[in-house]
Nanobody, 114 residues
Framework: QVQLVESGGGLVQPGGSLRLSCAASGSTSSINSMAWYRQAPGKQRGLVARIHRSGSTYYTDSVKGRFAISRDNAKNTVYLQMSSLKPEDTAVYYC????????WGQGTQVTVSS
């Protein structure tokens, strides 16, 4: 089992920045990749960014050049640095860990509004 705890969400003005954190505990050696998803009201949950154990990354087109995913292996923590935030980035952001199984965090709200 893997437990994921997210933090760092909040209210930010358009153009601002936030950093989300996701700390993993438990059977972390089984994790092959970690990712951030988001779900806006009335929409499906979608992939935002992923970082593989190898260090390779993936970003959905709408966040390329604005968001950066990174990890601290010593702390079993993955980060999502979000910059130039837009109102359409408003959503609940979920951390995901994938390996033999998939695990989800509880979600953290990000609201971009003036």
């Amino acid at each position: 089992q893997v437990q994921l705890v997210e933090s760092g969400g909040g209210l930010v003005q358009p153009g601002g920045s936030l950093r989300l954190s996701c700390a993993a505990s438990g059977s972390t050696s089984s994790i092959n990749s970690m990712a951030w998803y988001r779900q806006a009201p009335g929409k499906q949950r979608g992939l935002v960014a992923r970082i593989h154990r190898s260090g390779s990354t993936y970003y959905t087109d709408s966040v390329k050049g604005r968001f950066a995913i990174s990890r601290d292996n010593a702390k079993n923590t993955v980060y999502l640095q979000m910059s130039s935030l837009k109102p359409e980035d408003t959503a609940v952001y979920y951390c995901n860990a994938a390996g033999l199984n998939a695990y989800w965090g509880q979600g953290t709200q990000v609201t971009v509004s003036s």
